[in-house]
């Protein structure tokens, strides 16, 4: 029998000592793509472990959805031989990875120079709020303290001044930063397999969610002296928004000249072929805000299933709006069997969504469901060689913990 095929990570350790959800998820990322993910938590375990309904403690959604694929060690640094159990795992990693302020881990031993001194070719990925040579470094960040200070929070209000600063409604500054974490990681790995040598990298979540919503918001003001307003204007526009028909929402999204004028003619909208909107890109963009209001005056004449079809047959962009609740059953989503059900051995039958990106020659894969806390305590520890009387020893004194699912 053939062997089957490991991911791109298969052999790189990760010490994954993160909380929330920016650092489990970039460390779920590496996971996926074949890495050995050790999560690393206190007794107090990681909030997230709590966020939500469960049939056994420590298993919440949250914490299902960003932590399969990992092996769990729980150690209380305050008591004696915890810190030296972490020391022998360091040893065998590739990855220090961790959102713990920088006071608070150099008070730890865990700085990068103390983590270097353990293993020196480490990359050591510090995921911090904002960046440390910055006005706000060290400051506590949080998804909705990021979302604030990004701007992201006062995007509706490009569209309407009169509107409150309103949060997105998806933990989408943690997200997005776990990205960045996840593909720094990787790069500094890059670097470590040409060179040998390691590195110190740090992800502030500030600048990272910054770059992120700013890439088409900076718009005018990407010039000096500014050519314009902040915003793209086809994005803040009060039009631009999904469409009511006669039994539901539909999104259509027409791009070219010549995709605007038949969406248009298909609603009854008499368009010449001459019509000046419609003639060059720079026109259309001058008129968005006008054009979509005339596709939100039409759009109820026909139900989705027809606007579907008559739009897909012309190749015009078109999807129905789902909720939130449609996407189990979602056609598209269904066909690549996107949300796996599971079955985990304490929590029963469970929904894991597989990772998206395909690769032809070292596929991700789900190898493991997330751990319960300090579920894998003394394997680990016996990797690293430890002695299973030492092991015994840490255990009664507290310095190693593990909470089974029905404690």
């Given at each position: 029998m053939a062997e089957p095929k490991r991911g791109p990570l298969d052999g790189v350790r990760v010490v994954d000592m993160s909380t929330v959800l920016l650092g489990p998820y970039a460390g779920q990322i590496m996971g996926d793509l074949g890495a050995d993910v050790i999560r690393v938590e206190s007794p107090k375990a990681d909030m997230t472990r709590w966020a939500g309904p469960s049939a056994h403690r420590g298993f919440s959604?949250?914490?299902?959805?960003?932590?399969r694929n990992k092996r769990s060690l729980c150690l209380d640094l305050k008591k004696d031989g915890a810190f030296e159990a972490l020391v022998e795992i360091i040893r065998t990693a590739d990855v220090f990875l961790h959102n713990v302020r920088l006071e608070a881990v150099e008070r730890l031993g865990l700085g990068y120079d103390a983590v270097r001194a353990i293993k020196p070719d480490i990359v050591y990925v510090h995921c911090v709020g904002f960046g440390s040579e910055g006005a706000y470094a060290g400051r506590p960040a949080y998804d909705d303290i990021v979302q604030a200070a990004a701007g992201a929070v006062s995007l509706n209000r490009l569209i309407d001044p009169d509107e409150e600063p309103r949060y997105i409604a998806t933990l989408a500054a943690d997200k997005t930063t776990g990205l960045h974490a996840a593909y720094a990681t990787l790069a500094a790995l890059f670097h470590r397999e040409r060179t040998g040598e390691g590195q110190f990298v740090e992800v502030?979540?500030?600048e990272s969610f910054t770059s992120f919503l700013m890439i088409e918001h900076m718009n005018g003001h990407t010039w000096e002296p500014p050519q314009g307003d902040y915003g793209y204007h086809r994005i803040i526009n009060i039009n631009r928004k999904p469409y009511r028909t006669k039994d539901g929402f539909i999104c259509i999204m027409p791009y070219s000249t010549d995709q605007w004028r038949a969406a248009l003619r298909l609603g009854g909208i008499p368009i010449a072929?001459?019509?000046?909107?419609?003639?060059?890109?720079?026109?259309?963009?001058?008129h968005f805000r006008e054009l979509y209001g005339l596709?939100?005056?039409?759009?109820?004449?026909?139900?989705?299933?027809?606007?579907?079809?008559?739009?897909?047959?012309?190749?015009?962009?078109?999807?129905?709006?789902?909720?939130v609740e449609d996407l189990k059953t979602e056609e598209h989503l269904s066909s690549v069997d996107f949300f796996e059900q599971r079955e985990h051995p304490s929590e029963g039958i469970w929904r894991s969504m597989r990772q998206p990106?395909?690769?032809?020659?070292?596929?991700?894969?789900?190898?493991?469901?997330?751990?319960?806390?300090?579920?894998?305590?003394?394997?680990?520890?016996?990797?690293?060689?430890?002695?299973?009387?030492?092991?015994?020893?840490?255990e009664a004194s507290g310095a190693l913990h593990h909470l089974a699912p029905t404690d």
């Open positions: 959604p949250i914490f299902m959805n960003c932590n502030p979540m500030l072929d001459d019509d000046p909107r419609l003639q060059t890109m720079g026109g259309l963009a001058r596709l939100a005056d039409v759009t109820g004449t026909r139900t989705s299933d027809e606007w579907m079809t008559l739009l897909s047959d012309l190749d015009i962009p078109v999807m129905r709006v789902n909720q990106v395909k690769f032809s020659a070292t596929p991700a894969s789900v190898r493991r469901d997330p751990p319960g806390l300090g579920e894998h305590n003394r394997e680990l520890l016996l990797e690293a060689g430890m002695s299973p009387d030492r092991i015994a020893q840490l």
